[in-house]
């Protein structure tokens, strides 16, 4: 693989797994005295709220190392809001704020309501939650194909970290019922349409991205061994077939978890939603399915294979490019809308560093490599914590000919410098 950030990637990986038995001994010694130190420490208050000031500077380019390069800024302020109104009664609100800044357009601002809805706690073993709620469902790391509410939720990418892409979008209006038993739960909702189309207003609630049309959802748990407890789904959608949904996570040894994550349904294919077509919907599996190890040196490792079969083939975006313009750019925007796996098939390659050789500092990257046209996308991102501030580099790069998935993404690299303030 020619990309860059996969051999940084590959050497951050390398280096620890290199290290990883020598400092067992050492790591093992810090995590005893760290808990004696945190026995000992004060607790501190809990508080109804967190507020989250970042500002970020961002610059980059159409291709690695090219000029012009554009430079941008922005300033995000996300709140997160959970106070207890009664016995039992409780509000979360949820909301996030970016002020983008890029000469010579300007300033423009999107505000994301993520979540406005009351909490009621009818029984210790029964919640009903009424409002605007994220739903996220879904074991696996990149790819979710039974994350049915991702449809048309995000307002704003400000990162391609799959974790920050759930985090922050807009969540769907809906009524959620839940029961809980030892060893199970179910979890009924229903969603009505509310608005039929989305909006571009930079503070619009956008009930018209996430309440367009009447949807329902249910999901069984239950334990049936000590470390498998498989989540059933049953999804349904106004003007689609219903879906069906498994998640299953299993531990393997002390400390590998393999997880598999499988929607099927009838489905249209990409090019006839890009193109406004109608055309006939077949019986359709989504999957993501992986190994996840942890190693006594703080570093995560993932592998994940993804696999969506009404994607584009290599040839038939190729194809499209050529012969529609239209239904190239409904392509690409269709993907980034939905936020349904772009590949017929693909691999994640994931790595999370805590610590990693120097306390606070976290190292964190992926690689997703398209099976079929062989693009690429890379991420990469040094954390460095304090109390309250954060400090991070992000690296961004794409890689591919301009008939490929990833070929296609622009800017090709990008770079951004981020400070986060955290309160209280």
């Given at each position: 693989m020619k990309i860059r950030l996969a051999l940084v990637l590959a050497a951050v990986i390398g280096r620890a797994l290199a290290q990883d038995q020598q400092q067992y001994d050492q790591n093992d010694q810090a995590a005893l005295d760290l808990a004696d130190k945190a026995a000992a420490a004060p607790q501190e208050q809990a508080h109804d709220w967190r507020l989250a000031v970042e500002g970020a500077y961002e610059r980059s380019s159409p291709e690695p190392g090219d000029t012009p390069s554009r430079d941008a800024g922005r300033e995000s302020v996300d709140l997160h809001y959970d106070p207890s109104l009664a016995h039992g009664l409780h509000a979360v609100l949820a909301d996030r704020l970016d002020v983008n800044e890029q000469a010579p357009y300007g300033t423009a601002e999107v505000n994301t309501l993520k979540e406005a809805y009351l909490?009621?706690?009818?029984?210790?073993?029964e919640i009903l939650d009424l409002g605007r709620i994220n739903v996220r469902n879904g074991v696996a790391f990149a790819y979710n194909p039974t994350d049915y509410f991702k449809d048309g939720a995000i307002r704003q990418i400000d990162s391609i970290n799959p974790a920050a892409l759930r985090e922050n979008r807009l969540g769907a209006v809906m009524l959620r019922a839940q029961s809980f038993w030892d060893g199970g739960s179910v979890t009924a909702l229903v969603s009505p349409r509310l608005q039929g189309t989305p909006s571009s207003g930079p503070f619009s609630i956008d009930l018209g991205a996430t309440n367009s049309g009447n949807r329902w959802l249910?999901?069984?748990?239950?334990?049936?061994?000590?470390?498998?407890?498989?989540?059933?789904?049953?999804?349904?959608?106004?003007?689609?077939?219903?879906?069906?949904?498994l998640n299953l996570t299993r531990l393997f040894g002390q400390a590998t978890v393999a997880y598999v994550e499988v929607s099927?349904?009838?489905s249209q294919p990409l090019t006839a939603q890009a193109l406004g077509e109608s055309a006939p919907s077949t019986q359709v599996t989504r999957l993501a399915t992986g190994l996840s190890y942890t190693t006594r040196w703080k570093l995560l490792l993932t592998l994940e294979y993804e696999r969506n079969p009404v994607a584009l083939t290599a040839s038939q975006f190729a194809q499209l490019a050529q012969q529609s313009l239209l239904g190239f750019e409904r392509a690409l925007a269709q993907v980034s809308s939905s936020q349904d796996l772009p590949d017929r098939q693909a691999l994640f390659v994931l790595a999370q560093w805590t610590d990693a050789g120097v306390r606070h500092l976290d190292l964190s990257g992926f690689v997703r490599l398209d099976l079929d046209d062989h693009s690429r996308l890379g991420w990469l991102e040094a954390r460095y914590h304090w109390q309250r501030m954060d400090?991070?580099?992000?690296?961004?790069?794409?890689?591919?000919?301009?008939?490929t998935i990833y070929g296609n993404v622009t800017p090709k690299a990008l770079g951004q410098l981020l400070v986060d303030f955290y309160l209280p």
């Amino acid at each position: 693989m020619k990309i860059r950030l996969a051999l940084v990637l590959a050497a951050v990986i390398g280096r620890a797994l290199a290290q990883d038995q020598q400092q067992y001994d050492q790591n093992d010694q810090a995590a005893l005295d760290l808990a004696d130190k945190a026995a000992a420490a004060p607790q501190e208050q809990a508080h109804d709220w967190r507020l989250a000031v970042e500002g970020a500077y961002e610059r980059s380019s159409p291709e690695p190392g090219d000029t012009p390069s554009r430079d941008a800024g922005r300033e995000s302020v996300d709140l997160h809001y959970d106070p207890s109104l009664a016995h039992g009664l409780h509000a979360v609100l949820a909301d996030r704020l970016d002020v983008n800044e890029q000469a010579p357009y300007g300033t423009a601002e999107v505000n994301t309501l993520k979540e406005a809805y009351l909490s009621w706690q009818v029984r210790p073993e029964e919640i009903l939650d009424l409002g605007r709620i994220n739903v996220r469902n879904g074991v696996a790391f990149a790819y979710n194909p039974t994350d049915y509410f991702k449809d048309g939720a995000i307002r704003q990418i400000d990162s391609i970290n799959p974790a920050a892409l759930r985090e922050n979008r807009l969540g769907a209006v809906m009524l959620r019922a839940q029961s809980f038993w030892d060893g199970g739960s179910v979890t009924a909702l229903v969603s009505p349409r509310l608005q039929g189309t989305p909006s571009s207003g930079p503070f619009s609630i956008d009930l018209g991205a996430t309440n367009s049309g009447n949807r329902w959802l249910v999901a069984l748990s239950q334990r049936l061994a000590q470390d498998l407890m498989p989540q059933l789904l049953l999804e349904g959608e106004e003007h689609r077939s219903p879906q069906v949904g498994l998640n299953l996570t299993r531990l393997f040894g002390q400390a590998t978890v393999a997880y598999v994550e499988v929607s099927t349904g009838r489905s249209q294919p990409l090019t006839a939603q890009a193109l406004g077509e109608s055309a006939p919907s077949t019986q359709v599996t989504r999957l993501a399915t992986g190994l996840s190890y942890t190693t006594r040196w703080k570093l995560l490792l993932t592998l994940e294979y993804e696999r969506n079969p009404v994607a584009l083939t290599a040839s038939q975006f190729a194809q499209l490019a050529q012969q529609s313009l239209l239904g190239f750019e409904r392509a690409l925007a269709q993907v980034s809308s939905s936020q349904d796996l772009p590949d017929r098939q693909a691999l994640f390659v994931l790595a999370q560093w805590t610590d990693a050789g120097v306390r606070h500092l976290d190292l964190s990257g992926f690689v997703r490599l398209d099976l079929d046209d062989h693009s690429r996308l890379g991420w990469l991102e040094a954390r460095y914590h304090w109390q309250r501030m954060d400090v991070a580099l992000q690296l961004q790069e794409a890689g591919g000919s301009s008939a490929t998935i990833y070929g296609n993404v622009t800017p090709k690299a990008l770079g951004q410098l981020l400070v986060d303030f955290y309160l209280p």
